[in-house]
């Protein structure tokens, strides 16, 4: 049986394992490590590695859209990282921070599985320690040590795929954590270590 996590969001602090994983992940980014869901064997990051890999994103608190490729040629783009940091910025505030690769390779990978090139619509992205702190002291639905402050973690939905059917995707993934928030229409990832909650 597969432990479930306590409704508990986001997640706690980065632990040193959570850090050498990250590291272990971005040196793997490419290989053959394969993930099996519904039938169809995947790699962490596309069923086909070489092509170049694009996310589209639609911010909706600041209405901003964009559609990029990230990595190409065997490396990440500067440009594309570069314009998804701007666009996963803290809105309240306007601060950046840079998004951790692995978890846009977890992004892209979710697309490969749900057969779907529609923008992930941004609930929350990056979160500076100020906007965190102050959505923490209002609600305990937001870790007070959120990866979300780490450029490690993302809300989201895909409005032409079930909510459900992202979440159950996110989980076979196994790459980090997926917390299900059905009443508010969304489901949070991170590159943290692999557990689940609801809320």
Known sequence: MTEISPPIPDC?????EDRSRRSV????VGTAAMS??????????????????ALAFRNLHTGETLET???????????GLEQINHILRDWRTGDLEPMDPALLDLLHSLQAILDTRGPFH?????RSPKTNAALASKSNG???????????????????RDLTALR??????????????????????????VRRWNF
């Open 36 to 53: 099996w869901f519904g039938g169809v064997t995947l790699t962490p990051t596309t069923a086909r590695a070489g092509e170049p890999r």
């Open 142 to 160: 937001v870790a007070r040590k959120s990866f979300h402050m780490r450029g490690m973690a993302i809300d989201i939905a895909l409005p032409d």
């Open 168 to 193: 159950d995707a996110a989980w076979e993934l196994q790459q980090g954590g997926v917390g299900y928030y059905a009443k508010s229409g969304f489901i949070h990832v991170d590159t943290g270590r």
């Open 12 to 16: 706690c602090a980065a632990t040193s």
């Open 69 to 79: 490729v990230y990595w190409a040629d065997g490396s990440y783009r500067h440009e």
């Open 122 to 126: 941004v609930i929350s992205a990056y």
């Open 25 to 28: 992940v971005a040196g793997l």
